[in-house]
Every structure is written in C-alpha cells, then in structure tokens.
C-alpha cells in the first residue's frame, strides 16, 4: 500500500484540475508503485525538505491561527511530532493540528504559545530535528493622543521632524542607505550662498557625509545637524569643484557626486581715467577686467563703436581728442569705464615748475638737478655751466627727461647750472645755482647682541654731518622703520647727546629678533650702517599638523619643527579638545615623552566616534613657546560600546506593564552611529530572557504590556547600549517588580452631608486591599454629562474631606473610588444631593450707632430673604480692631447688640445675615473711643463694582 503524506494547497477546483488529478492516480502512482516494488527493501532515514522559520503572529490578528510548517523525504515515510521549548506538544488537544508536517495552532496566546519549535521527523532508520524556530507576538501601540510641539522654520530653511514610533514588536527589517535626494551640477555666481541637499533612506537611519573630491571643504561651508544639507557661504573660486555626499550604515553605502561651478559678472581689474597727452605721442590705454567667463573688451569714442580689445594709438593728433568709453562685458553683465583724452601743444614754459633757485649736493656724493618745463610735444634738452656747455662724460650724464645727474662732487663742481628746452613752437631756460655740503658719515656702528627673552639691548649709532645741516637717525627692524611713539614700551633714543643716535631696547621679546640698521639722514645726503639682535628664548610654534592613519582610539600626528629661537627643542607636548568642552587638555601619547627631534607620534586613549583637535607646543630650557594652529577638526573611528548604562531599574506603573528605567549614557561613551539600547528581561526563575531594542539615545525607559503578566510580579532587568559597530556590556540585572492590579473593590458606606450652598462633606469607608495609595471623589451636577465630572483625590489616610465652590440649590451625583499606581478601582454607588439655596443677597441696613456710657448699641433693619434664598435664621457679629481681620464673633437672633467701646483707636463692627445656604453679605461701620458727646455714625458699604459709599452725619 503506498501512503501520500503532506500538504495539499487550498484552491478552486476545476474540471481541469480534476482531469489532472485522475490522471495521476491512474497513471503515475501505479508507476511510483512498481518502481518501489522494484527497489525492494531499499528506504532511507528523513531528508528535510522544509523546516519551520522565526516566525511574528499579529496580536490583533483576525485569522486565529498561525502555522508552522515541516516537511520531509523518507522510505518508509516518516512520523512527525513537535516540541515547544524543549516540551512534546499535545497535538491530541483541539489547539493543535496538523497536516503533513505542518502544526496550526488556533487561536494562538503569547504565554501559552510564544517560544522556540522544533519538528522532530522520524522513521525505522532514525530520528532528525530540525532548526529552532522562534514564534513571537508582534504587538504595535498606538500613537499617545497629546498633541506634539508644533515646529517653526523660515522659509528656505530645512526642518527635521521625528517620529518616535510607539511601543513595539519586531524592529523595523533593517536594509542599506540609499540616496533619494540628489542635488545636481550647479553654477554659482562669485559671493554667492549655495545649498546641497542629500537625503538617505535606510534603516538604521544613514549617517551622511559630505566632502570635496581631492581637496578639503571650503572653510565658509556649514553641514545641518541632520547632514542632509551643506550651505557654502560666500562662495569663491577656489572652491568650484566636484562635492561628494555619502550615506552609510552598518547594511551599506551609497554615494552622489555633482559639480559646482562658480562664475562671476565682470570687474575692473583697471580701467581707464582722465588724460592728457602731448600731440605727437603714443598712447596705451589699458582697461582690463576680471569675469567668468573672461569678459570681452571693446570701446566707444564719442558714442560711436571704436575698437576691440586693447586700445594704442601712435603720433597723437588733436583728431584723436574726445570722450573714450570701454566696456566690458559676459553672460553674467556689463560695465562701463569713461574718460576724457585730451590733446596739448604748447612751447616750453618753467612758469609752473622752475628749477631750485639753491640745489646742495655732498661731497663726493651724487646730485640729480631737475629740468621739467611744461611743454608739447616733448622738448630737446641741453645743459651749460656758467657759459660752458655740458656733454654726457663719466661724471655728467643728461636723461632724457631732461635731468642733470652728476657724480663724485667736488668742489669745482659748485657752479650756475641753465637747462635748455626746445620743440617746434618755441623755447625756453631755467638756471640754479650747486654749493657742496660736509658727506654724512657712520663714525660708531651698532655691533650684534645676543640676548634672551626679556633682557634689555642697546645699539650704538654716531655720526659726522655737515655742520649748517640738522642731523636726523632713523632706525628701521628687517627693513621696516621703527615708531618710537606706538613703541614706546620697548623702544627707546638718545637724544641728550649731539650725533648721537643710540637705542635702546627693553624688555626683549622674540619678535624684536632680527637686523637693525641706523640711517644718519640730513635734507642732502644719508649714511646707514647695520648689526643683528639675536633673541634667545622659547620655540615657536610648530607647523604642518597632519592627522593620519585614524583608529577608534588612537590617530597618528605628524608636523615640522618651528623656530628653536637659538635654544634646541627638548620636548613636544600634544593638547586635544571636542566639542564635549572648550578645554585644550594634555593627550596621552606613544612615545609617552616626544623629544625635542621628533616630528611624529601616535595619540592613544581617545573616544571613539568623537570629533577632535590637536596642537602641539615645544618646550626647551627658556621655557614652553605657544601652540601651533589647530589640526583639522577629525572624527575617530566607531566602536562597540564598552561602558553599561547604570542606575537600572523601574516597576510600577499602569495595569499589566513592566516598567524598566536606567540612566542614559552621555554623548562621548555612543562610540558610533544608530546608537540605542537592548533591554532585557524575564520572570525571575525562567531561563530565556527577553529582548527590545530602543533606537532613541536620549530615552532612559521602557514600558512593557501585556495582559497576561500577572501584577506585582518579579522580574530580573538588565540593559546595554549597541551602535553601528556592535553591542556592549550588559548592565548588572536589577529586580524590579511588574505594575499591581487596580482596586477590584468597592469604598462602603459613602455618606454626603450638605454643609451649605456651595459646600459639602463626603466621608467613606475604606477598602481592605493594601495597595491602595488614596481615593478619588467625583461629582456632577446632574445636568452635566459624567464626562464633566470634576475629581478630587485624598491619601489612604483621610476617611472625609470638603468640596467646596458647588452651584446653589442644584443637585449632584457623588461617588468614591479607590486608586493605585495601576489605576482606578470601581466606584461607589452614586448619591444624589441638593445643595442650599443661596445665602441672602441683601446686607443688613444699620440704622444707628449710639454710644452709652461703655457700651455701644448698633442697630440694623431685619433682612429679607428673596424666593430663592435661604430664610434668615439670625446675624453674625464680628467686633474686630480696624485694620486686622480676626476679633470677637458674637449671634444674635434681634437687629441690635451692644459692643465695648474701644479703648483706644478704632474698631470695625461687621454685620451679616446667617442662614442655612451660609452668610450673606457684610454691612460694617466704624467705631471710636472718643470722648462722649454727638453721636457719630459712619457707615461703609462695599458694593462690588461700583466703589465704596460712605455715609456719616449725626
């Protein structure tokens, strides 16, 4: 007999399929039976074909049934049977069946049901299991109904809104960053802001990072906290080229590239201005501009197109006069640059500009004498001492501007000079007289100094001069001219003694290092003599700072050496700072002491995942020099955690919850991206732990429910953090306990007595459960919706208390509860009560206030009570010092009493109706101890809203 065991699928049987059926059970299964009748006794042990799968049944499911599914090969065909949590499973109960191999459990309960499944296959040649399959009960909350913060932005602005998904069951599948957003090449115009936007799915959410293909980000670029959008500030022309985005998590990558191109509109660069040129001469008018594209140049002369490109023009003539216009132009704009070229002739004239009536010239020195007459075009020029015409030899040269240089004077040199200008409209002279003048002479040269950092040094200068000339000393640093007065705190001359020029400098710091040279200057001629100042003191700062080879806690640092300031560098010092403070604190290194020769070493111990800086200082015997500029700003490397969360504990809080609570670890122990925590736990005494994941890094809490978890169970907690990298430590487990019930009974004998019109008294008895923690009293008035009830809650220990602030004359629904941390118990049954009518709302009229002897007798008019009104059962008398509130209360059933007369200052006597609903409003009226005579009545009303009346006569 050969036996069809498994799994037929549910489907619509048609006539085709019938036909397909017969067909088998005619033809092939006769063949499948030969063909074993063939092989004999040759079988074999179970081959799995299918094995159960981890597998999430929907809590709120409407198929009341999951399945797991089990198949296998076998001759003799194989026997199944299932176990749950290493348990046979009772497939004779009605929860269970099975087809095939296939176990449906109905109506599936996560105590009963969830756990690891095995299916166990077997025949006469042996036993096989399959893989453990998990079955869990997939749960999601729903979203808490308070209403989130609303978020404000400016427009162009980018904004994050997160969605904290409620309490779940599994995590969200998890799959590799991928980039929707992708922004494209862009042209920018020079100055302009830029802005890239890249946005990654993925899950766990992507880190982003941005860069700029084999040069660093400009320095005005800003990446959002997000890291979805980078804004370049100001953009230059350094900075076009091709920007990277990268999305990454732990499942994958993804990258975008797109070019920035940065253009401009045209500048000047120069540009052309007024002028005035000789007839005859050539002019070159250049006019350039900057762009991007390079603009294009082309001129206008009177309005009319001229040229392109360059402008030159040669032999001048009064026809080229006129209004020049150059203009430059590209895609992005145009500008213009005006002038006016102007054409001159004129014979040569010294009016304007003629030569020194007096030139000085030194001995054996040089002398230039001056020949400019204004003149167009350009004059010949010709010289004559006295009546001796000059020519060019090795002591006289004529420029060709005309100007006379003569060398190595002497004293034969001193003379009448006359300078000859001719062109061809005319000609013209101008004459001056040389004298020789003493040579200006150094006589006592600065010498060098060596000194250190704060020590003081002199330069000594002197010199002979001419004695008709003022002698003048300049001394300049490196080719730079000294300011005695901004200097005047380390500089300092001597000016007591005559031809000298010392200086005197104090208080040496390094930057005061370098040539000193001494000018003795008089209005004739100068003379300079030079010496160094050699600084000895502490290294300067150290360049070049590269981070390299970056690890999770340690990077590699090279650099170059800085000045020694003529002392050897004896050691280097490595500082460091992240954004978790402002503090540049000292780095632990390898090597851990960096001698002064090194220009490398490795920075150990550093967080992982956390943004640094570095700088180095030098130190050698003068002492520590300042640090060198920043490196750039790096990110080490991610790891697992390796620190727990601390403070782990919870319990309490709503029915059928487990609360777990712990403190968050900060921001430098995440050490890598996606960071959050596993939460595990499990009833004390079981084996399996179980297992949630919170992705938010800033949540220290989590709620468990489930309606099976009995209350005021213990539990055994425990949490680690986990990131991109891997998980760390788990905490040390805590023992907390699940939320208790609620009350199930029910406060007895709920009494009300009403106290007026606007309060009342409720008292109760109090129920036996001792987890109470108080009551809750709730009333309504009955023309209200219970929804609209008002609340108010008393501790375990009141057994009455007052409301107060009720509505007159209506009536209420009252009843009590019992509560704890997990809610509220039943009510009471509900008691209707009416409150009072109101009190009377008309004071009482006193009438008069008549002193005899010791005694004042005060008399009022009866009050009134209106329909709905509480009637009048006597009056109130408060007899109190003016300006306090307590004193004497006194009752009356008549409309007088009689009240001591005050002994000294005044008194207030205060008169009110009194009824069941409470008292009415106050009449008062003041009294003295005054010397008997008139009596006086003062009688004060208070009236709400319309001010005080004051009433006195008699």
């Known amino acids: 007999m050969l ?27 006769p063949c499948l039976v030969s063909g074993l009748a063939e092989e004999g006794n040759k079988g074999y042990g179970p081959v799995f074909e299918e094995q159960p799968i981890d597998t999430i049944y929907p809590e709120e499911s409407s198929d009341g049934q999951v399945s797991m599914n089990c198949r296998a090969r076998a001759i003799p065909f194989p026997t199944y049977r299932w176990k749950l949590n290493n348990w046979d499973i009772d497939l004779t109960k009605d929860r269970y069946s099975m087809v095939g191999g296939r176990l449906v459990i109905n109506n599936p309960e996560k105590s009963r049901d969830a756990g690891k499944y095995v299916c166990v296959v077997s025949n006469i040649f042996g036993t096989v299991r399959s893989y453990e399959a998990t079955l869990s009960f997939g749960y999601l909350d729903p979203f808490p109904p308070e209403e989130r913060y609303e978020v404000k932005v400016r427009e162009g602005v980018g904004a994050v809104l997160l969605c904290e998904p409620p309490y779940h069951y599994p995590g969200a599948k998890v799959y590799p960053a991928d980039i929707k957003v992708k922004f494209k090449d862009t042209y920018a115009l020079l100055g302009q802001n830029v802005t890239l936007e890249c946005f ?52 994958g990558k993804d990258k975008h590239q797109a070019r920035i191109y940065v253009q401009a509109a045209p500048e000047w660069v120069e540009h052309i201005n007024d002028t005035e040129k000789d007839i005859g001469s050539d002019l070159y008018w250049p006019c350039v501009a900057t762009g991007k594209p390079m603009p294009t140049i082309r001129w206008l002369k009177n309005g009319a197109s001229f040229r392109k490109g360059e402008l030159r023009i040669q032999s001048l003539t009064f026809d080229d006069a006129g209004m020049y216009q150059c203009i430059a132009e590209n895609t992005h704009g145009i500008i213009y640059a005006n002038a006016e070229l102007k054409i001159v ?81 005319g000609k013209a002279n101008s004459t001056g007289v040389l004298e020789m003048t003493e040579a200006t002479r150094i006589t006592l040269a600065p010498l060098n100094v060596d000194v250190t950092v704060g020590e003081n040094a002199t330069m000594q200068c002197i010199a002979s001069h001419d004695p008709t000339l003022d002698l003048t000393f300049i001394w300049s640093l490196n080719g730079f001219v000294i300011d005695f007065e901004k200097e005047h705190e380390h500089y300092e001359r001597n000016v007591m003694i005559k031809s000298n020029g010392e200086l005197l400098i104090k208080n040496v710091q390094l930057r005061h290092a370098g040539r000193y040279t001494c000018t003795a200057q008089t209005i004739v001629d100068n003379s300079s003599a030079s010496a160094d100042l ?23 640092l090279t650099w170059s050496r800085g000045t020694d300031n003529h002392s050897p560098i004896s050691k280097y010092t490595i500082q460091s700072k992240t954004f978790l403070s402002e503090e540049w604190k000292d780095a632990k290194t390898d090597p851990s002491d960096i001698e002064g020769n090194m220009e490398s070493a490795t920075v150990v111990d550093l967080i992982p995942w956390m943004e640094y800086e570095f700088r180095i200082i030098a130190t050698n015997t003068l002492g520590t020099g300042e640090p060198s500029m920043p490196s750039q700003r790096i990110r080490t490397e991610g790891a697992p955690p390796n620190v727990a969360p601390s403070d782990v504990g919870g319990g309490g809080g ?49 709620v ?71 009551y809750q009293i709730r009333y309504w008035a009955a023309h209200d919706k219970e929804a609209a009830a008002q609340r108010v809650q008393v501790s375990n220990q009141e057994y009455s208390t007052k409301i107060e602030n009720l509505k007159p004359n209506t009536r209420y629904h009252v009843d009590v509860s019992a509560f704890n941390s997990a809610g509220y118990g039943p009510p009471s049954r509900t008691i209707d009560v009416i409150t009072r009518k109101a009190p009377p709302s008309q004071r009482p009229r006193i009438i008069s206030s008549v002193r005899s002897g010791s005694r004042y007798i005060i008399t ?9 009104e509480s009637a009048v059962e006597g009056y109130k008398v408060l007899y109190r ?49 005054a010397a008997a005579g008139v009596p006086t009545l003062l009688l004060v009303l208070v009236v709400p809203a319309l001010g005080v009346l004051v009433c006195s006569g008699f």
């Open 3 to 29: 036996v069809l065991q498994g799994t037929i699928p549910f489907e619509i049987i048609t006539e085709q399929k019938i036909t397909m059926w017969l067909f088998i059970y005619h033809l092939i299964i």
């Open 200 to 251: 990654a799915l993925g899950n766990p959410v992507p880190e982003l990072r941005w860069s700029k293909h084999l040069e660093p980000m400009p320095a005005s670029a800003e990446i959002s906290m997000s890291g979805a959008v980078l804004k370049i500030f100001n953009i230059q022309y350094e900075d076009e080229g091709l920007y990277e985005c990268e999305a990454e998590n732990y499942k």
């Open 345 to 425: 002739a004129s014979p040569p004239t010294f009016e304007l500009n003629p030569m020194k009536k007096k030139i000085l010239a030194a001995k054996g020195g040089r002398v230039i004498i001056e020949c400019k007459p204004k003149a167009a075009p350009k004059p010949k020029f010709s010289w004559s001492k006295g009546t001796e015409l000059l020519v060019n030899g090795s002591r006289i040269r004529i420029w060709d501007d005309g100007s006379l240089e003569i060398v190595n004077i002497t004293k034969l040199d001193e003379g009448r000079y006359t300078c000859f200008a001719e062109n061809n409209r």
């Open 534 to 556: 050699v600084v000895r003191g502490p290294p300067g700062p150290p360049g070049g700072i590269r981070v390299e080879e970056i690890r999770d806690t340690a990077v590699a």
């Open 654 to 702: 709503s029915n059928r919850e487990l609360t777990i609570t712990w403190m968050p670890l900060s921001r430098e122990y995440h050490y890598g991206n996606n960071f959050g925590y596993i939460v595990a736990f499990k009833p004390f005494g079981e084996k399996e732990w179980r297992r949630v994941t919170v992705t938010n890094p800033e949540i220290g809490r989590y």
């Open 704 to 774: 468990h429910k489930d309606e099976s978890m009995p209350p005021s169970t213990q539990y055994q907690v425990k949490v680690k953090a986990f990131n991109n990298k891997g998980d760390g430590p788990f905490s040390l487990t805590a023992v907390i306990y699940s939320a208790q019930d609620a009350p199930t009974e029910i406060p007895t004998d709920v009494s009300i007595k009403v106290l007026s019109s606007s309060e009342m008294s409720v008292s109760w008895h109090h129920v036996s459960d001792k987890s109470v923690e108080g």
């Open 860 to 868: 009022w008019d009866h009050v009134e009570a209106k329909s709905n």
């Open 881 to 929: 010092p003016d300006g306090q509130h307590e004193g004497e209360l006194f009752s009356t059933g008549k409309h007088t009493i009689e009240v001591p007369v005050p002994s000294d200052g005044e008194y207030v006597v205060e008169v009110r109706a009194h009824s069941e609903g409470g008292d009415g409003e106050v009449a008062q009226i003041k009294i003295s101890g």
